[in-house]
């Protein structure tokens, strides 16, 4: 099937390929107006930049895009602001994009639909899936963030989720704590992160041999703060009893934290808290928040390092996980 090119895209708007060249590039001048029209023709046309012979003609642009599903959320802003140190140090600009977890914004980035000549790529996926991503149409090079480590062809960085909260669960029952909840199941949406962090969990109560209680384990909608206090009053409110909470990201156990607070329980007196992934806020909540911390720079500098220093074909793919430590503060 023949590529759509510049000029497709300008003969169905009626403008230049040059004019769609500004648009999909960001440069010169467009109108608003013109500029959308643009950009839905190059939806409806399926558009796609052949980056790597553009790359070709003129060399390293010196630019990388990063592509994150929010960064509203603390972990997601701090991860960038990592790779944005550690780009500087290889001379490298990147450009951040947020994709809300949304299957069509992962596959557009992937694609390299609106961005302009890069380096390479690095997405952190959670809709779509390992055989989605690897039908990419864009030559660029990519490397994944996330939990797809076993599942694609692609390079990949990222922390043991299941090794991660396995450890956080034992650090509650080496405290003696044994009804432990989980905040942060997932039944639909982009999950592996849950289902990795559920296992985790598990395993640990399995090798303490302490009963899994299904009335312990509260789904969430989303990771934000919000879920983790409701989460907390559903519990208190059933009657539940429980001695410490595993929440599986930050954000989940301050909003537990506070539901605590709100109930009189005493931290860590009468309820543990752990969280995961170490975010700043954490440090100054009231308890501080133990947690378990991955390494954002290790992520960072690993995964420019897998693009940078992009493999020829038929080089062995890297999958690469960065070190976590347990950070105990005044929760648990």
Same mark, same amino acid.
């Given at each position: ?6 000029? !497709? ?16 590039? =960001? ?32 060399? *390293? ?26 780009? /500087? ?15 069509? +914004?992962? *596959? ?18 959670? +809709?779509?899936? +390992? ?31 299941? #090794? ?11 405290? =003696? *704590? ?5 905040? =942060?199941?997932?039944? +639909? ?10 296992? =985790? ?42 001695? /410490? ?31 995961? !992934? !170490? ?21 960072? #500098? ?26 105990? *503060?005044?929760?648990?």
């Amino acid at each position: 099937m023949r590529r759509t090119t510049l000029k !497709d895209v300008g003969d169905r708007v009626g403008v230049s390929a040059k004019t769609v060249s500004n648009v999909v590039n =960001g440069t010169g001048w467009v109108s608003e107006d013109l500029a959308e029209r643009v950009r839905a023709a190059l939806l409806e046309l399926d558009y796609r930049p052949n980056n790597a012979a553009r790359l070709l003609r003129g060399g *390293r642009s010196g630019m990388i895009a990063l592509a994150l599903p929010d960064l509203r959320q603390s972990y997601f802003a701090e991860l960038a602001a990592a790779f944005v140190d550690e780009a /500087a140090k290889r001379s490298t600009t990147v450009l951040i994009n947020q994709t809300n977890a949304l299957a069509d +914004a992962e *596959r557009r980035i992937s694609d390299g639909v609106g961005l302009p000549i890069l380096d390479g790529l690095i997405l952190s996926p959670l +809709a779509l899936g +390992a055989s989605e991503l690897e039908k990419r149409v864009d030559s660029t090079p990519m490397v994944l963030l996330g939990e797809h480590a076993d599942a694609t062809a692609l390079p990949h960085v990222g922390v043991d989720n299941a #090794a991660a909260a396995r450890a956080a669960t034992e650090y509650l029952l080496a405290s =003696g *704590r044994t009804r432990i909840a989980a905040i =942060g199941a997932q039944a +639909a949406g982009p999950n592996e992160t849950s289902k990795l962090r559920m296992a =985790g969990y598990r395993q640990a109560l399995k090798a303490a041999k302490v009963p899994w209680r299904p009335e312990l384990v509260q789904r969430v909608g989303d990771f934000r703060r919000a879920d983790g206090a409701e989460a907390i009053r559903r519990l208190l409110e059933a009657g539940t009893e429980f001695d /410490a909470v595993f929440a599986f990201n930050d954000l989940m156990a301050l909003g537990a934290l506070h539901a605590l607070s709100e109930s009189g329980k005493r931290v860590p007196d009468e309820v543990a808290v752990v969280g995961f !992934d !170490d975010i700043e806020e954490g440090r100054y909540s009231t308890p501080s928040l133990t947690t378990v911390a991955p390494d954002k720079s290790a992520i960072a #500098a690993l995964a420019l390092d897998l693009l940078l220093g992009a493999p020829e074909p038929n080089t062995p793919v890297k999958h690469s996980q960065v070190p976590f430590r347990i950070t105990k *503060r005044e929760s648990a």
